[in-house]
């Protein structure tokens, strides 16, 4: 499935990552410094959103989307 844009806008607006390639704050907070892939992929293993976050951040810098 995949998610359409008003959705993936809302939550790159309104979600903030916080320190979200510190392996620290993943294993602390259970991935949830990675909030905002946390919020597109809930049923993705915390394990995998660092990785997934990086391909946020290029997706965003590519599209000229917001990302917090």
Same mark, same amino acid.
Not at 6 to 17: E, Q, R, Y
Not at 24 to 36: A, D, K, Y
């Given at each position: 499935?995949?998610?359409?844009? #008003?959705?993936?806008?809302?939550?790159?607006?309104?979600?903030?990552?916080?320190? &979200?390639?510190? *392996?620290?704050?993943?294993?602390?907070?259970?991935?949830?410094?990675?909030?905002? /892939?946390?919020?597109?992929?809930?049923? /993705?293993?915390?394990?995998?959103?660092?990785?997934?976050?990086?391909?946020? *951040?290029?997706?965003? *810098?590519?599209? #000229?989307? &917001?990302?917090?």
């Amino acid at each position: 499935a995949t998610i359409g844009d #008003a959705h993936l806008n809302f939550i790159l607006k309104h979600s903030t990552d916080m320190a &979200p390639e510190s *392996r620290f704050w993943g294993w602390l907070l259970g991935g949830t410094n990675n909030h905002i /892939v946390h919020h597109l992929a809930p049923h /993705v293993c915390h394990t995998h959103y660092l990785g997934l976050t990086k391909k946020l *951040r290029a997706f965003c *810098r590519a599209e #000229a989307r &917001p990302y917090q």
